[in-house]
């Protein structure tokens, strides 16, 4: 089974390319963030076509995800209970694998714009209601898998610049400590759990040939339950979408899992 996590930064302009990407990388489940688009405008018929059903959380102009599957998703629920918030920004459902039951949370994390900032205070709360998400989830489903784009590169590796950047946004030591604590829950970072080519990031700034250059951040990530930690094969990052024209600014993550869960 495989499960990828893609910002697309508008799927109304990506959408050739998610089908194209989905033709040649047939993954169980795709993972999408910052759809900017509604609810009514997401392209179900197409999706469908390519054998995808999909959740959708949409919002106008900014925010929006979506859980697209191959299989039927269930016990759907949008957002973070009990978190008065008005973006569009996390989707939950539980897929019926040959494995079992598998939960999968898929979240746009706040950005956060800059320390000290209105933006940040907004994406510490935000961060800590996830948590108090997750951990409720957990409980109810061992078996779970949390994607996205975190807007938080973990640790210095993850930066191409870790001491220019240092304490900037994505890089502070409060978002990395939150990150910290959602591992503390009984996460593991998939592609942490493989040896991987130095400087792999997972974001690059259209700007200032950012990608050409490999000035990237790794911000996109998967985490999974001890239940599931077992059976994870492979995580990597595919940056060919990132060649293509008009791309987005982030590229695909993906997990590979085998066998049952624990």
Not at 78 to 84: E, M
Not at 105 to 114: L, T
Not at 162 to 170: A, C, K, S, V, Y
Not at 217 to 224: A, F, G, K, M, S
Request: net charge negative; aromatic share 8%.
């Amino acid at each position: 089974m495989k499960i990828a996590t893609w910002n697309v930064n508008s799927l109304s302009v990506r959408l050739p390319q998610v089908l194209a990407w989905l033709a040649a990388n047939p993954v169980d489940a795709l993972c999408l963030q910052e759809l900017k688009l509604t609810d009514d405008k997401f392209p179900h018929d197409a999706l469908r076509e390519a054998g995808y059903e999909a959740a959708v959380f949409g919002q106008k102009t900014y925010n929006g995800v979506a859980i697209l599957s191959r299989s039927p998703l269930r016990d759907v629920s949008r957002n973070i209970p009990g978190f008065d918030d008005e973006q569009a920004r996390v989707i939950t459902a539980t897929l019926d694998t040959p494995a079992g039951p598998l939960r999968l949370i898929n979240g746009y994390f706040v950005n956060g714009q800059e320390p000290g900032s209105e933006k940040f205070a907004y994406k510490m709360r935000w961060l800590q209601a996830l948590e108090d998400m997750v951990r409720a989830e957990m409980q109810a489903h061992p078996q779970l898998v949390l994607v996205g784009d975190f807007n938080v590169a973990p640790e210095d590796r993850d930066s191409y610049d870790p001491d220019g950047l240092r304490e900037t946004i994505h890089h502070t030591t409060e978002e990395r400590a939150h990150f910290r604590a959602l591992l503390q829950l009984g996460l593991t970072d998939a592609f942490r759990m493989f040896e991987q080519p130095e400087k792999t990031y997972s974001w690059w700034d259209y700007r200032m040939l950012g990608f050409q250059k490999n000035r990237g951040l790794r911000i996109d990530h998967i985490l999974v339950s001890d239940a599931v930690r077992g059976s994870v094969a492979a995580c990597s990052v595919d940056r060919a979408p990132r060649k293509n024209p008009q791309p987005s600014d982030h590229a695909p993550v993906v997990v590979s899992l085998s066998g049952a869960w624990a």
